[in-house]
């Protein structure tokens, strides 16, 4: 009963996008301020929507990145990301401003690429049969919980009809759909 009533209350339901009356209003919940997800949870989000789980220190293999106890275990990506060190309970521990460095690491890395590849989602649909504009579909229910909209379906079937190779394309969409900033953050 009580998350139902979070989940239907006013507050909750607050869009992102700021209109005039609280433009400024930043304290008191007049709109949801985006802000970018916890390290452990964008690690845990790109295991879970690309079927790739990783090894974590100190955890079994596709355990949560948050069930790691030491906060001094080393982990690249969790330390890009600003991860909290858990020597307190205080949140202002772990670091949520974007960097240069983690832009990069999403764009070049081998977080996003070898997940998609390693999951072999996209492989896997094009082998059951599905179509590519059925495939950019899955993408965009699996990482965003919403289908594309017309612009991008235009946009990427342009892409497709130009690729030699339907998978590529299709993962350097998926690729694309990961480092979306509607992926990255929480609004």
């Known amino acids: ?10 507050t909750y339901q607050r869009s992102s996008q700021p209109n005039d ?36 220190p100190g955890v079994p293999l596709g355990a ?14 969790l330390d890009t990301f600003g991860r909290a060190r ?17 832009a990069l690491h999403l764009i070049n890395g081998a977080a996003t690429n070898n997940k998609i590849q390693g999951g072999g989602l996209v492989k896997h649909w094009l082998a059951e049969g599905a179509t590519p504009e059925e495939v950019i ?8 919980t919403r289908r594309p909209t017309p612009e991008e379906r235009d946009g990427y079937a342009g892409l497709i009809a130009g690729a030699e190779a339907p998978r590529q394309a299709l993962e350097d969409v998926f690729w694309a759909v990961l480092n979306s900033r509607e992926f990255l953050f929480n609004h």
């Open 137 to 144: 579909e899955r993408v965009y229910l699996r990482c965003l």
């Open 64 to 77: 949560s990145a948050n069930r790691i106890a030491d906060g001094r275990a080393r982990h690249y990506f």
């Open 86 to 102: 858990r020597d307190s309970v205080c949140a202002c521990e772990s670091d949520t401003q974007p960097t240069l460095s983690q």
């Open 1 to 10: 009963r009580l998350i139902r009533d979070l989940c239907n209350s006013n």
């Open 21 to 56: 009356s609280n433009r400024d209003d930043t304290r008191n919940f007049a709109r949801c301020v985006p802000r970018r997800l916890p390290a452990s949870t964008l690690l845990d989000c790109l295991g879970q929507v690309t079927g790739s789980p990783g090894k974590l």
